[in-house]
T-cell receptor
Framework: SQQGEEDPQALSIQEGENATMNCSYK?????LQWYRQNSGRGLVHLIL?????REKHSGRLRVTLDTSKKSSSLLITASRAADTASYFC????????????FGTGTRLTVIP | GAVVSQHPSRVICKSGTSVKIECRSL??????MFWYRQFPKQSLMLMAT?????????EQGVEKDKFLINHASLTLSTLTVTSAHPEDSSFYIC????????????FGSGTRLTVV
């Protein structure tokens, strides 16, 4: 399977703490993206990092990419209760396919 | 920003009937649309890729005669679940690709299908 693996599967933290989620993948990628999904809803694009980038920031989000280890991490700083959601990494592979391959997801719960 | 409208958001149907789910790009032309299926607390699994004006490409293990995809225009793709069974109950999400480069993926809000 080309699906990425994410860990942890579930994460529960107190409001104000930082949350870190990790994503590993198996094949070479063009770019990697992180999405957020509230329960029973569609996906919202958070951030994209290209294969030639190592780190990217957007507001309280920080994404890193290590292509040698085929892994990425998403850090949410100063978490809020509203950040409670599932977070997925998704990649465009270098195989030529133009669809996103999703990771297994991390369910984040931020306790007020 | 780009918006993809997916309808219905929820549908309950009887076993053996067919259900159509629509996915519309509201302010851009989507030459390619993707249909995903998501089981509870699991990730999104690609079912098929549809290109406007041509036949959809189905992923391995997805029955093309059961999950009919039509992408007749640049703004509309439909997924019809035919002869639905309870095991088809799932969350279906469409995604439209906008342009050839960069991010360009916008997701619908999903359809919760329950087959009774």
């Amino acid at each position: 399977s080309q699906q990425g693996e994410e860990d942890p599967q579930a994460l529960s933290i107190q409001e104000g703490e930082n949350a870190t989620m990790n994503c590993s993948y198996k094949t070479s990628i063009n770019n990697l993206q992180w999405y957020r999904q509230n329960s029973g809803r569609g996906l919202v694009h958070l951030i994209l990092i290209r294969s030639n980038e190592r780190e990217k920031h957007s507001g309280r989000l920080r994404v890193t990419l290590d292509t040698s280890k085929k892994s990425s991490s998403l850090l949410i700083t100063a978490s809020r209760a509203a950040d409670t959601a599932s977070y997925f990494c998704a990649a465009i592979l270098q195989t030529g396919a133009n669809n996103l391959f999703f990771g297994t997801g991390t369910r984040l719960t931020v306790i007020p | 920003g780009a918006v993809v409208s997916q309808h219905p958001s929820r549908v309950i149907c009887k076993s053996g009937t067919s259900v159509k789910i629509e996915c519309r790009s509201l302010d851009f032309q989507a030459t390619t649309m993707f249909w995903y299926r998501q089981f509870p607390k699991q990730s999104l699994m690609l079912m098929a890729t549809s290109n406007e004006g041509s036949k959809a490409t189905y992923e391995q293990g997805v029955e093309k005669d059961k999950f009919l995809i039509n992408h007749a225009s640049l703004t509309l793709s439909t997924l019809t679940v035919t002869s639905a069974h309870p095991e088809d109950s799932s969350f279906y999400i469409c995604s439209a690709k906008q342009g050839a480069l960069g991010h360009g993926y916008t997701f619908g809000s999903g359809t919760r299908l329950t087959v009774v």
